[in-house]
């Protein structure tokens, strides 16, 4: 991609590049960076305490496809949603689990260690 394209592409997402930057490493951090969000909650099923943990990837267009590209891409005629498939939430965490925060701390080493390997695979 050329400094031209590169700036372009910068500027259609909203990022400014001031004179003295490297447009190429703003492009690289545009283009590199994922958003996770992680969802807790803690309420009953049939009577139980449970624990669950949902994971999902927040869209933004200088990391994914929009739906014209995605589109062009697979020659599809029918529109396709890029962001509510990029978005879909993941079950990370379901246990059963009293109420206390004793309890639902013993859930943190887990935790820890997953993002741990998030962090290696980068």
Same mark, same amino acid.
Not at 5 to 13: K, M, Y
């Given at each position: 991609?050329?400094?031209?394209?590169?700036? #372009?592409?910068?500027? *259609? =997402? +909203?990022?400014?590049? +001031?004179?003295?930057?490297?447009?190429?490493?703003? !492009?690289? $951090? #545009?283009? @590199?960076? *994922?958003?996770?969000v992680l969802w807790h909650d803690?309420? $009953?099923? #049939? +009577?139980?305490?449970?624990?669950?943990?949902?994971?999902?990837?927040? &869209?933004?267009?200088?990391?994914? &496809?929009?739906?014209?590209?995605?589109?062009?891409?697979?020659?599809? $005629?029918?529109?396709? =949603?890029? @962001?509510?498939?990029?978005?879909?939430?993941?079950?990370? !965490? %379901? #246990?059963q689990s009293n109420s206390s925060?004793?309890? @639902? !701390? %013993?859930?943190?080493?887990? *935790?820890?260690?997953? %993002? *741990?390997? !998030? $962090?290696?695979?980068?």
């Amino acid at each position: 991609m050329s400094v031209v394209d590169s700036l #372009a592409f910068l500027e *259609r =997402n +909203g990022i400014v590049v +001031g004179s003295m930057d490297s447009p190429k490493e703003h !492009l690289k $951090e #545009a283009t @590199q960076s *994922r958003h996770m969000v992680l969802w807790h909650d803690h309420s $009953e099923i #049939a +009577g139980k305490s449970h624990y669950l943990f949902m994971v999902w990837f927040l &869209y933004d267009p200088c990391t994914y &496809y929009t739906d014209e590209e995605f589109s062009k891409m697979n020659c599809k $005629e029918t529109p396709v =949603n890029v @962001q509510s498939v990029v978005e879909s939430p993941y079950i990370y !965490l %379901l #246990a059963q689990s009293n109420s206390s925060v004793k309890d @639902q !701390l %013993l859930y943190v080493p887990t *935790r820890l260690e997953d %993002l *741990r390997e !998030l $962090e290696e695979k980068n």
